[in-house]
């Protein structure tokens, strides 16, 4: 067992109000500054939709993730040969026009507008480039296009996650896209197997060996763009005045002192939970090759017991520190994700093994105002169907979202897992509401889902009425302690075969144990 240690983190989607405060916060930070203008490392999608870029989902046109080759591994994008015939142009990375339509990345001549000379007309201020400074530009697309699902009746036809949906069903979503909607918040995954370090051919993408943050080394990096195509949630963007690459830091200088990143910080909505988890890197290969319904399972299984006093022994045999595991054993993400599983990764399938893990929205209320109220309704015998507020946990097609629309997006295809989540969740709202209704906690609706009363008092604690400190367990980081060995993650995609820091049998044997390198090159 080889124990180390990631940060991690979860959204609550029940509760993004969509305000966007978390983008503006990392805007404001880390990329408000030339040729990052149309980078948001955070950006808050609505779904359906195609999101930003233009239909990153769709792997058939991107090539991003992993794809499962007998028991192994390969890139989605290809091999080297492949890269070198891609060198001078590449199919498969977004263009400015995926961020920004045929356009470029705007502002406007509010210049214009302070003028003082006399004009004939009203001054407007016009739509101007922020690269070019070309004024009158197209508006046609960007990072906010389909907030609250203003453009889905056009382009939510291309959402990937209808793939498991008939065109009847599908059009009945969008038609009624007010009803269905919710909002995606997206940041870095900071992945187990992360497709941007396996295919960076300059070894500058690489994960830290404390902590799991996934970074690009800017004196590395040579701009080969391979970790744009690669990466399936399209989160490293090229800056185009550096020439280098970049992506979310996990606003690292903040953890490294015990606070959580900016955008957690800002989140209106408290929906954002930051911790660590424990995993054993040696099944870490394993849990990537499970078949599709299969890896969310895998992922879980990955995940260790930070009390089991065996993995604290071992955690501590490969230097993770005491306050480390302690942060571990407190960390909400641990208990959303594995314990209460209730946290779902964002598309499985890329077998990136994501650390970035989503409450599926539940929103099962149902309007019937005049009829019955909530203590006389039958929402507490689970035999019948309800006829107030509050669906029963037998009633799942009135679910407000698609069951089948949220497996695909959560569960690689596979129902039960979002099934078990949502039921969880409901489960816990009517334990909830028998206490401050009946007065009598009814018990027997979380038998039928497998939860204690400890479970439904720590979930209602964890999403609800937790304090700053209970949502963001966050060690420091000594980095003057961390383990600068040749065995740091980098990738390994093959044009810069040997490094001065490690030697190349050091670095293939490594890499075949972890899986982000080029047994698939070989």
């Not at 099962?364 to 109220?373: E, F």
């Amino acid at each position: 067992m080889r124990v180390k240690a990631q940060l991690s983190m979860s959204f609550n989607l029940e509760k993004c109000i969509g305000c966007n405060t978390c983008t503006v916060a990392c805007k404001n930070v880390w990329t408000n500054r030339e040729g990052a203008e149309y980078m948001w490392w955070n950006n808050v999608e609505t779904k359906p939709g195609i999101g930003y870029p233009k239909q990153w989902e769709n792997q058939d046109l991107w090539k991003g993730g992993w794809v499962k080759k007998g028991d192994d591994l390969v890139l989605r994008y290809g091999g080297k040969l492949y890269m070198l015939s891609n060198l001078f142009f590449n199919p498969h990375t977004p263009e400015m026009k995926d961020y920004y339509g045929d356009g470029d990345v705007y502002t406007f001549s509010y210049d214009d507008l302070h003028n003082s000379h006399a004009t004939g007309q009203q001054p407007v201020a016009s739509p101007k480039s922020m690269v070019t400074e070309e004024k009158d530009i197209p508006i046609n697309w960007g990072v906010n296009w389909e907030d609250n699902a203003g453009g889905a009746h056009i382009t939510g036809q291309y959402d990937v996650n209808f793939k498991d949906m008939s065109k009847e069903e599908m059009r009945a979503v969008l038609k009624f896209r007010d009803v269905f909607y919710f909002y995606l918040p997206r940041i870095c995954n900071h992945c187990l197997n992360p497709g941007c370090v396996g295919a960076c051919p300059s070894g500058a993408a690489y994960k830290r060996e404390e902590d799991g943050i996934v970074l690009i080394d800017q004196n590395r990096c040579r701009n080969w763009r391979y970790c744009i195509s690669s990466c399936p949630y399209k989160k490293p963007y090229y800056n185009w005045r550096s020439g280098k690459m970049e992506k979310c830091i996990l606003c690292y200088p903040r953890v490294e002192s015990g606070l959580p990143p900016v955008c957690f910080h800002s989140c209106v909505g408290k929906i954002r939970s930051f911790g660590v988890i424990l995993y054993d890197m040696e099944r870490v290969h394993s849990a990537a090759t499970e078949n599709d319904k299969d890896l969310v399972w895998a992922q879980r299984e990955l995940i260790l017991d930070p009390f089991d006093p065996n993995v604290i022994e071992a955690a501590r045999k490969n230097n993770i520190s005491d306050d480390w595991i302690d942060a571990a054993q407190r960390s909400p993400v641990y208990k959303i994700f594995k314990k209460w599983e209730l946290g779902l990764p964002l598309h499985p399938e890329f077998r990136t093994l994501p650390n970035l893990f989503y409450i599926p929205p539940l929103a099962p209320i149902i309007t019937s105002a005049g009829k019955d109220s909530p203590s006389d309704t039958d929402i507490f015998d689970m035999d019948k169907p309800s006829k107030g507020h509050l669906l029963s946990l037998d009633e799942l097609e009135k679910f407000r979202l698609p069951l089948a629309y949220l497996a695909t997006m959560f569960g690689a295809g596979n129902e039960e897992v979002v099934k078990k989540s949502l039921m969880r969740q409901l489960a816990v709202r009517h334990y909830e509401r028998s206490i401050r209704v009946d007065k009598k906690p009814d018990v027997a609706v979380l038998n039928r889902v497998g939860l204690t009363e400890e479970d439904a008092k720590g979930i209602t604690r964890a999403l609800s009425l937790s304090f700053y400190n209970e949502r963001f367990v966050v060690p420091t980081t000594k980095r003057e302690g961390a383990d600068m060995s040749p065995y740091t993650e980098r990738g390994f995609a093959g044009f810069e075969m040997m490094t001065p820091w490690s030697p190349m049998e050091r670095r293939k044997s490594y890499f075949k144990s972890y899986h982000t390198g080029t047994k698939n090159y070989e």
